[in-house]
């Protein structure tokens, strides 16, 4: 007990002698595989302190159907303690006055030292602390089967142009090429990659943070709708609906050849016990290898009735940023630590790559804030994009250039 207080002290959780064990409700949408191993990590690390952790999972990635009941609760007086929102959605949170102050655990844990500017400033709401950062996913990967592309013949693509005839020799050859889940958040993830393969890092800003209509109805944007389309000839008729892990699942059985999606995907390839380079390939999406799209995770805590719960919830807060979770948490959530001065030799090559893409995109251009994953817009402006997008891609009529001239209206509509 002693040497608990004594770690918690060093850790600058607030669990000091006398302290009162509390209740923390805690609100999140990792189900998966890979996804429930990492939150277990957490879980296991504040009951260690004494506190009780209770579990509020809301199925659904992408998060769209876990801030649906988040709200609701919210609504009706009685939110979680904490909660997995992240991105502009904080601040959204934030202005509402529904956030707890964390600026004693940040001060006492040197958050401003720790982390990069980039991500410190997504957890701040008027310059107070009212999240914890827990990793850094990448969105811009390609998770790839080298066996089914071997027996197809082809090589792991690096440009769009590849990448299209990679998909026609798998599809000649039989095999699905693209695993995909056709769901609103999906298309969005796959669509934003192929906007910075096509435009690249600037222009991806100027449609995605600056919402610039002259951007949102260029040339780059039809192309880029356009190569979007593309990949519906290569999905399965199992697509609609699925959800992401399971087109996961296609990729390691080898029922496709690839998946694009965020490094959570390598949590997948983790938890089935798989080793990249070797049993799986993860490659950035093609065209976006000086590209880095961030998807910061965090969890913002609520303001609590009770003293013990606010305990908790700051014990929780104080840990997050140890080596021992960021190492644990990533190595199974399939993200990189938001510390950048963290050791990385317990990590994959992926990850290794992912730290270096991170820091070079930070000093050099191209680190970019994914807008499928909330990073870069309002969550109306978001679902405005979401909307069109979708329709697009599963649309036998409309055409890139009237996609474009809708999304362009619709985001005009939602700011
Ligand atoms: C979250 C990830 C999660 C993924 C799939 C993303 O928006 O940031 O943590 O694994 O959705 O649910």
Redesign the pocket.
Known sequence: MFKKTLMAMAMGGTLAAGAQAGEIEVMH????G??ARAISVLKEMVEDEGHTWIDFAVA????ENAYTVLRSRAVSGNPPAAA?I?GLEIQEWGDLGFLANLDDVADANNWDAQLPTVVADFMKHDGEYVATPV?V?RVNWMWANPAVFESAGVEIPTTMDELWEAADALKAAGVTPIAHGGQA?QDATTFESIVLAVGGADFFEDVFVEHDQDALQSDTMIESLEQFKRVSNYIDQGAPGRD??VATGMVIRGEAAMQFM?D?AK?EFTAAGLEPGSDYICAPFPGTEDAFTF???SLAMFKQPNASSTEAQMAMAGLVLSDEFQQTFNLN???IPVRTDMDMSAFDSCAVEAMDTFKSTAANGGLVPSM???MSTTSSVQGAIYDTVTEFFNSRSMTAEQAATQMARAIRAAQ
């Open positions: 949408w990792w189900t998966s890979g996804e659904g990635g992408g998060g997995q992240k990793n996913h958040w992401w892990n965020g959570w949590g998807n910061i995770d959530k399939g993200s499928a994953h909330g």
